[in-house]
């Protein structure tokens, strides 16, 4: 599966942005797909994921109840609707793919996709 993420900007805190991930290839509906970030000098870290068929998600601290991530398996994307945006969600973000099970772990995710920047001004 190859994915392309895109979505990002330039907001103000408190603002909202919707980032999207598009997917290609036949076998998108045996992926769980997450949302990554990661900030300049800092580590990939998980942010959100959702599971093949949407029954599961998970997010990180951070971002519970500000964040929601969904998918559409017809449309083959995933979506990550971000509210309440702070200065310290700056980063670039990366959506991912791994066959099987919902995981929050990086290494277990095998399909990246390039990342949308998305940029919070205090």
């Known amino acids: 599966v190859q994915l392309q993420a895109f979505g990002g900007g330039s907001v103000q805190a408190g603002d909202s942005l919707r980032l999207s991930c598009a997917a290609s290839?036949?076998?998108?509906?045996?992926?769980?797909v997450g949302w990554f970030r990661q900030a300049p000098g800092t580590e990939r870290t998980f942010v959100a994921g959702?599971?093949?068929?949407?029954?599961?998600?998970s997010y990180a601290d951070s971002v519970q109840g500000r964040f929601v991530v969904s998918r559409d398996n017809v449309k083959k994307t995933v979506s990550l609707q971000m509210n309440g945006l702070k200065s310290e969600d700056t980063a670039v973000y990366y959506c991912?793919?791994?066959?099987?099970?919902?995981?929050?772990?990086?290494?277990?995710?095998?399909?990246w996709g390039q990342g949308t920047q998305v940029t919070v001004s205090s």
């Open positions: 959702i599971s093949v068929s949407a029954s599961d998600t």
């Open positions: 991912a793919a791994e066959r099987g099970g919902l995981a929050t772990t990086l290494g277990r995710y095998d399909h």
């Open positions: 290839g036949r076998a998108f509906t045996s992926f769980s």
